[in-house]
């Protein structure tokens, strides 16, 4: 199917191309025909030369009539089968009359029509009309890249392992079955969803995610369908193929987005059709004024009249900058998934946010480490890390987590045993190794977990969220070794985002399902005044109502999880994190990416969009409004109209696509502390970057 689509684009593009050209040399060719009757003396020119001159015209003319014009003549007999008006049916009227009394006056040089002809009239018209179109299909070609890279990255065929032995053989993509292992080779893009059992690499993510940085993939991490992977070969299991891969998801949200039509627009296409009756109307009525005088210039005024008048940038004012910046949300890893998204999200004034999954990362980190008198930050550490490593739970990743990036040295103790007590913490004894002199067989009961479970008060109680206890037993008592701060991973370019949101106007709230405690903490950390906590889905979806009772134009940001009734009630909303199931999603617009920023910036481009909208539909119209009065005067020779017209469309797209710059995405970064350089005895900051 993309194949197909792209090779349909393809040759659209091509005889675009090729009726520019054909229409751009009989144009200077005619004009040396049309060049002697202009600028020559009365009697330089005979009779004869004349006529010869005519019938040359007439000849170069229909390779443009037959070819050139073809797609206008078509969409006009069309629209007349079909019994309704479009652009195409003026400009389709207006060239088969400029071409009409031209080869009447080419046949009949002594009738009404034969005092002159304008071939060099409507060749110009014809090549102008055709540049404008050929630039605005190569300006929306630019526009659907986005979709098309995307649609465009799985393989034709990929390596896949044989049931019966370990040899690879080469199969079509779509003969692939969940299960089925492939061997991925450098450079080439992953074809469906699953997870790598063998090597490690980086894959590039870019297209499906807006990550601009190659992520680490190793045994066991899973990748996903597009993605391509970049330094080594691979194997892979297949657990998603075809339309269940997060791939298809994305290009069927595209695709459909694509195919959607904004209300600006909708409300554009209403306009212009009574828009073009009328103007079928006034160019009759030029003629009619005209005829007693000069039937010839009657009907020029006429074709002037149609081609002026033709709403072509009213139509494509809307359409074209509402996808190209949805192009441009797609290249950043935010997916629009209803162009009407876009006109609602330039009205927003409150931004509502979920907590858990959205302002915060999923888990915990390691805030603070609060040491016992005389113990180093390094050792506490390491052997809470060493006994972390053992458990799933948050807290003990956190721990793990802390330990790596901090970048402790090998532990001198090996776990012996270790026991995990549900929802307490971990009992383990671990052993000095061999090589540690003076330790050597040396044993320590050790406990990591809540102070209640590990039997120690707390070192530091005044600190805020939730805290973990490392422990030892000494002489038939527990003695507690350091208290670690844990709280959740805020976002770090959170505050930020949320600050420069409040600087554009918007007001934002905070309603999360979580303890009050835990959202009033985060609200207070990143400048947030209205937060509220404990809701359950219906008080969100009534608080959000509330909001809108009062005039609010509400946009909900969320996990995209568990809050598809408040998704769907706002005016606009956002599913964050790349956990969001797409199918099901209620959002109108999903953030693959892993930036806070993306919604942002959404909220940005969406209201330069409309601002850019309006200055298109505001040029189409003082346009019209100029042009039309000089048009019914005669003062505007078809050629002139024609060029108007392809110029008026062209500065419509060519505005549009300012849109189709990237998105100034700059995100913060935390600034880490290096714990070997605190004393025994202090409160110790970590890092609060990504995990």
Not at 20 to 32: D, K, P, T
Not at 176 to 201: C, K, M, N, Q, S
Not at 512 to 537: H, N, T
Not at 650 to 659: E, F
Request: glycine share 8%; net charge neutral; aromatic share 6%.
């Amino acid at each position: 199917r993309d194949a197909f689509a792209r090779e349909l684009r393809q040759a659209e593009t091509r005889r675009a191309l090729w009726r520019w050209l054909v229409a751009g040399l009989c144009m200077m060719q005619v004009m040396m025909y049309a060049w002697p009757a202009y600028t020559a003396i009365p009697g330089d020119l005979s009779l004869e030369m004349e006529t010869l001159l005519r019938w040359a015209s007439w000849v170069i003319s229909l390779p443009v009539v037959l070819f050139c014009c073809g797609p206008f003549f078509k969409s006009a007999l069309k629209d007349i089968s079909q019994r309704r008006v479009s652009m195409d049916l003026p400009v389709a009227i207006g060239m088969l009359i400029t071409f009409i009394i031209s080869t009447l006056g080419t046949f009949d040089p002594t009738g009404p029509f034969g005092q002159e002809v304008f071939f060099f009239f409507f060749f110009m018209f014809v090549f102008f009309l055709l540049t404008g179109r050929w630039l605005e299909l190569r300006l929306r070609d630019r526009t659907a890249g986005a979709l098309e890279a995307v649609m465009n990255r799985l393989p034709d065929s990929v390596l896949r392992r044989q049931a019966d032995s370990d040899e690879f053989e080469r199969v079509a993509t779509r003969r692939l079955r969940v299960g089925d292992v492939v061997r991925v080779l450098a450079g080439e893009a992953f074809p469906a969803d699953g997870y790598i059992v063998r090597g490690i690499t980086h894959a590039d993510e870019a297209l499906l995610t807006g990550e601009s940085t190659p992520v680490l993939r190793a045994e066991g991490d899973a990748v996903t369908a597009g993605s391509y992977n970049l330094d080594s070969v691979v194997d892979v299991r297949v657990d998603s193929v075809g339309e269940g891969t997060r791939f298809a998801q994305i290009v069927n949200l595209m695709e459909s987005a694509s195919l959607q039509k904004p209300t600006l627009a909708q409300l554009a296409d209403k306009v212009a059709r009574p828009f073009l009756i009328v103007v079928l109307l006034a160019a009759l009525a030029a003629a009619v004024w005209w005829w007693p005088t000069d039937p010839g210039k009657a009907l020029m005024v006429a074709v002037a009249v149609l081609i002026v008048t033709c709403p072509c940038a009213l139509s494509l004012a809307t359409p074209v900058a509402m996808l190209t910046a949805a192009g441009t949300l797609a290249r950043s890893g935010v997916l629009v998934r209803n162009l009407q998204g876009l006109e609602a999200l330039a009205a927003v004034d409150t931004l509502v946010f979920d907590k858990t999954g959205t302002l915060t990362r999923d888990g915990l980190i390691l805030r603070a480490l609060t040491p016992a008198a005389g113990q180093s930050t390094d050792d506490v550490l390491t052997l809470a890390a060493l006994l972390a490593r053992q458990s799933m739970h948050p807290a003990s990743k956190a721990l793990a987590q802390a330990a790596v990036e901090a970048g402790l040295p090998a532990c001198d103790w090996l776990l012996d045993s270790v026991q995990e007590v549900a929802g307490s913490g971990l009992d383990a004894w671990v052993q000095a190794r061999q090589e540690v002199s003076g330790s050597a067989g040396r044993r320590r009961h050790l406990r990591l977990g809540s102070a209640a479970h590990v039997q120690v008060t707390e070192l530091a109680p005044q600190e805020p969220g939730q805290s973990v206890m490392l422990a030892e037993e000494l002489q038939g008592r527990w003695v507690a070794l350091a208290q670690f701060h844990l709280s959740e991973d805020v976002r770090p370019e959170a505050a930020q985002v949320i600050a420069d949101l409040k600087q554009q106007g918007v007001s934002v709230r905070l309603l999360s399902g979580d303890r009050s405690a835990a959202v009033k903490a985060v609200a207070a950390k990143l400048g947030i005044e209205q937060a509220r906590g404990d809701c359950k889905p219906q008080d969100k979806l009534a608080a959000m109502q509330a909001e809108q009772a009062v005039g609010h134009k509400v946009a909900m940001v969320g996990d995209g999880l568990n809050d598809g009734p408040v998704l769907a009630g706002a005016h606009v909303s956002f599913a964050f994190g790349r956990a969001v199931p797409l199918a099901q999603s209620r959002s109108d617009f999903v953030v693959l990416g892993d930036s806070l920023e993306l919604v942002l910036q959404s909220l940005l481009l969406a209201r330069r969009t409309l601002s850019v909208v309006r200055q298109n539909l505001g040029w189409a119209a003082a346009y019209n409004a100029i042009s039309i009065p000089l048009a019914l005067m005669g003062w505007m020779p078809a050629w002139l109209a024609g060029l108007g017209m392809a110029l008026s469309s062209l500065l419509v797209v060519a505005n549009a696509a300012r849109l189709a710059r990237a998105l100034p995405l700059q995100v913060a970064n935390s600034n880490a502390s290096d714990p070997a350089h605190l004393a025994p005895g202090t409160v110790m900051p970590l890092t609060q970057g990504g995990r």
